[in-house]
C-alpha cells in the first residue's frame, strides 16, 4: 500500500505506532465517526493497521468487525461478496498473493463468515495462505502460527475447512477450479508421509466439482473426535 495520507487525529495516532484504548476513543468518535462507510475509509483503516504494530485488544475487533460488515453490507451486492468486491479487498489486504497481517487475514475470513456467497477467487485465496506457509521463507501470516512441517498439519486443516464450509449448499459442496487447483498444489508441495492423515481422506473427497454434505460433515466430525490441535500435531 502506498504512502497514505491520514486526517486527524488519525495521523496523530500513526506517528506513535502504537494505538491504545483512548486513541481507538477518539478515532471512533472523529476519523471513523460512521463507522466504516467508504472505500476511502477502509484504506485508511488498513493503512493505520499497519503503520501502529502495537496495539489494544479492543483495536483488534474494532477493525476486523468494522471492515467486514463494510465488505459485506454496505456495498453492492448486499451480503453476498461478488468478484468486485473481492478484488478489491484482495488489492486492499494481500501482497502479491500473501496476506501478511494475521488481522488482515482474520477481517477476510469473518467477511467470509458473514456473507451468503463469497466468489471463487477470495475463496481460492484463502486456501492459497495454506500454500504459501508451504514455501520457504514465506511471510504470510498463516504461516506464524503453523507448525514447522512440509506437510498439511491440523492447523492447515482448520482453515482449509473453514473455507470449504461455507461451500455447503443443500447437501452438495460446489468446488470451483480455482479452488481445486489451489488445493493440488498445496498436495503437491508436500510430503505425503507427513501430512495429517485426514488430509488424504478430505482431498480424495472433494477434488471433484461436487460430493454430498454428508460426506464432508463426517471427515469434519472426525477431525473433531480426533480432538487435534497444531500443538498435538507438533508433538
Known amino acids: 500500500m502506498s504512502e497514505h495520507h491520514f486526517p486527524f487525529p488519525a495521523c496523530v495516532t500513526a506517528g506513535k505506532g502504537r494505538i491504545e ?17 467508504s472505500r476511502e475509509d477502509a484504506h485508511t483503516l488498513v493503512a493505520l493497521h499497519r503503520r501502529c504494530p502495537h496495539h489494544c485488544p479492543e483495536w483488534e475487533d474494532f477493525f476486523t468487525e468494522s471492515l467486514a460488515a463494510y465488505v459485506v453490507f454496505h456495498e453492492e451486492p448486499f451480503g453476498a461478496v461478488d468478484e468486485c468486491k473481492a478484488s478489491w479487498l484482495i488489492s486492499l489486504c494481500a501482497e502479491n498473493g500473501a496476506i501478511v497481517s494475521a488481522l488482515e487475514l482474520s477481517a477476510i475470513l469473518h467477511v467470509m463468515d458473514l456473507s451468503a456467497r463469497t466468489c471463487d477467487s477470495l475463496r ?11 514455501l520457504p521463507d514465506s511471510r504470510c501470516a498463516h504461516a506464524d502460527g503453523r507448525p514447522a512441517a512440509p506437510a498439511v498439519t491440523a492447523y492447515d486443516l482448520d482453515l482449509i475447512w473453514r473455507v470449504l464450509a ?9 468446488l470451483s477450479p480455482p ?12 510430503d505425503p508421509g507427513q501430512n495429517h492423515p485426514l488430509w488424504n481422506q478430505m482431498l480424495a ?7 454430498p454434505g454428508d460426506e464432508l460433515r463426517a471427515i469434519r466430525n472426525a477431525m473433531a473426535a480426533d480432538s487435534l490441535s497444531a500443538s498435538d500435531f507438533a508433538a
Open 124 to 134: 481460492a485465496l484463502v486456501l492459497d495462505q495454506v500454500r504459501w506457509s508451504l
Open 179 to 190: 479452488e481445486a487447483l489451489v488445493l493440488n498444489e498445496i498436495d503437491r508441495l508436500t
Open 21 to 37: 484504548a483512548h486513541d481507538l476513543a477518539l478515532l471512533r468518535k472523529h476519523t471513523f465517526a460512521s463507522g466504516i462507510a
Open 205 to 211: 473427497q472433494i477434488v471433484t466439482l461436487q460430493r
Open 166 to 174: 461455507s461451500g455447503v449448499d443443500e447437501g452438495h459442496l460446489t
